[in-house]
Every structure is written in C-alpha cells, then in structure tokens.
C-alpha cells in the first residue's frame, strides 16, 4: 500500500465508488482513497474514460460562460447568439426556444424539439 501523499498518515486503498459530478451528471469511478483523511484519487485511465462519456453527451468541452450585453428593440430585450455557439449547434434562426428562469441570476434556453 502506499502512503497518503496529503495528509502522509493513512494508506491508499483500492475503490471502485468514487463520484464526480460534471454540470448535474454523476460518475462513478474506480481509483484510490486515503484510510485517514478519505481524500480520493482517480487514475488517468478512469479520467480520461468520463471525459470521453462526457463529451459524448455534449457537456465536456464546451465554453462555461460567455459575456454579452442585452439590447432593447421596441418594447422588448434582445439577446444575440453569438455564432460560433449558432454553427456549433446548427442553428438557423427559426427555432423555438424554452427560457426557465433559475434562481435570482440565471436563465436556462433550451432548443425546443
């Protein structure tokens, strides 16, 4: 066994639960926890195979946050797409859109299918 490179007390154990949540979905993963402190580790391996399912379902890789600025056009607020986001997602222009509002700062747009 090897020794805690964190808290140098407790030994790495083998563990096939460790779980890691990329934007609300979950993975279980194999790796390594400490016997004392409980700080895990997650070999490249199993890193690199939840990367790959997470890009597979479309929330890896992508921008986190892009700034832009509302606009008013008569009696309403305007918000552009920003094209590189419209040809990633094969927009054109006609498509209904959900809007939720999620908590006090946030808006959630969804493509509507």
Known sequence: ??????????????????VSEV????????GKRCSSCGE???????GQRMIEVARKLGIWGQPLKLHRKLS?????TVLRIPTDI???MNLKGDEEVLISKLG??????????
Not at 40 to 46: A, P, V
Not at 72 to 76: M, V
């Open 1 to 18: 066994m090897k020794e805690c490179p964190i808290c140098k007390k407790g030994n790495l154990v083998e563990v096939n639960d460790i």
């Open 23 to 30: 934007e609300g979905h979950f993975f279980i993963q194999k």
């Open 40 to 46: 895990e580790f997650i070999d490249e391996k199993e």
């Open 72 to 76: 008013r056009s008569a009696r309403a």
């Open 86 to 88: 419209e040809k990633n």
């Open 104 to 113: 006090k700062n946030k808006l959630l747009i969804e493509i509507a299918n």
